[in-house]
Nanobody
Framework: QVQLVESGGGLVQAGGSLRLSCVDAELTLSMYNVAWFRQAPGKEREFVAAIRFSSVETYYGDSVKRRFTISRDNAKKTVYLQMNSLKPEDTAVYYC????????????????WGQGTSVTVSS
């Protein structure tokens, strides 16, 4: 079982950058594939990016390709989401999730979730 805690959200101007972190309080995150999702007000939860537990493979949602980068440091039990060239439409609560087969994009596929961190991008 993983207990995920996100951090790093905040308010940023369009074109700026933020780095989100996802830490597993139970220190088992290195065993899991991990993904980031986001949910804007009134919208469904959207897949953002995922990384295999081995750190070798990643995949991204179409709306964030070439702007966001997912990475992990298994020694620190942490997964990161580097977000560059932020746009107002990136405003959402960002969640990390774990426990799904690599390649999954559906929220229902993931067993463990954090509480989320809020990102607001002003125009």
């Amino acid at each position: 079982q993983v207990q995920l805690v996100e951090s790093g959200g905040g308010l940023v101007q369009a074109g700026g950058s933020l780095r989100l972190s996802c830490v597993d309080a139970e220190l088992t995150l290195s065993m899991y594939n991990v993904a980031w999702f986001r949910q804007a007000p009134g919208k469904e939860r959207e897949f953002v990016a995922a990384i295999r537990f081995s750190s070798v493979e990643t995949y991204y949602g179409d709306s964030v390709k070439r702007r966001f980068t997912i990475s992990r440091d298994n020694a620190k039990k942490t997964v990161y989401l580097q977000m560059n060239s932020l746009k107002p439409e990136d405003t959402a609560v960002y969640y990390c999730a774990a426990g799904a087969t690599f390649g999954s994009r559906g929220p229902a596929d993931f067993r463990s979730w954090g509480q989320g961190t809020s990102v607001t991008v002003s125009s």
